[in-house]
């Protein structure tokens, strides 16, 4: 079955340690995004990919890093500069171009602060 | 900038009822997508019901159907005949057409809990 895989699914980071998130999808989408949710908040944009090779900043793009070397895979490094990463990491896809096509959900890496 | 508003953070509902979920959004756009996505404690994200702001026809989908009101802005979610499973975060989402295309604005979600 095609779909988006995280990994892992708990994350614990060390005071100026750098971690990075893993997501992978066989959908064969263009598109892939990172987004962050804490508690009563919603869903917010870190980064995203509508191809590889190419990736723009989202609304809270500052402590955090990604790449797009393959279509499959982006994942997420979050720096020792992101001051309060604590939260919970949602990847998405979906096809390039096509906003009337949901957004593919992964489960969820819950990154915490040793 | 695009925003989407829930102004109900949290929700109760007996087993078989009906509820509804409010949201509202402001946008300068013309074209645009809407979305309702459930989390059930899973936490993984589900589509339940989406919108194109051209369509008139409000959208249904089995038990769940929106009520989009484009002059006000305002796009509800209905839930019929409420069942224990439909318990989880529900996030009212908007897209628009052109530019970063597929990047969703999310609210910040109602907690429904649905009790027998």
């Known amino acids: 079955d095609g779909g988006i895989t995280q990994s892992p699914k708990y994350l614990f980071r060390k005071e100026g340690q750098n971690v990075t998130l893993s997501c992978e999808q066989n959908l064969n989408h263009d598109a892939m995004y990172w987004y962050r949710q804490d508690p009563g908040q919603g869903l917010r944009l870190i980064y995203y990919s509508q191809i590889v090779n190419d990736f723009q900043k989202g609304d809270i793009a500052e402590g955090y890093s990604v790449s797009r070397e393959k279509k499959e895979s982006f994942p997420l490094t979050v720096t020792s500069a992101q001051k309060n990463p604590t939260a919970f990491y949602l990847c998405?896809?979906?096809?390039?171009?096509?906003?009337?096509?949901?957004?593919?959900f992964g489960d969820g890496t819950r990154l915490s602060i040793l | 900038a695009q925003t989407v508003t829930q102004s109900q953070p949290e929700m109760s509902v007996q087993e078989a009822e009906t509820v509804t979920l409010s949201c509202t959004y402001d946008?300068?756009?013309?074209?645009?997508?809407l979305f309702w996505y459930k989390q059930p404690p899973s936490r993984q994200m589900i589509l339940v019901i989406r919108q194109e702001a051209y369509k008139q026809q409000n959208a249904t989908e089995n038990r769940f159907s929106v009520n989009f009101q484009k002059a006000a802005k305002s796009f509800s979610l209905k839930i019929s005949d409420s069942q224990l499973g439909d318990t989880a975060m529900y996030f009212c989402a908007f897209t628009r057409l052109g530019g970063s295309q597929g990047n969703l604005i999310f609210g910040k979600g109602t907690k429904l809990s649905v009790k027998p």
């Open positions: 998405a896809s979906s096809p390039r171009g096509a906003a009337n096509q949901p957004q593919h």
């Open positions: 946008t300068s756009e013309n074209n645009y997508y």
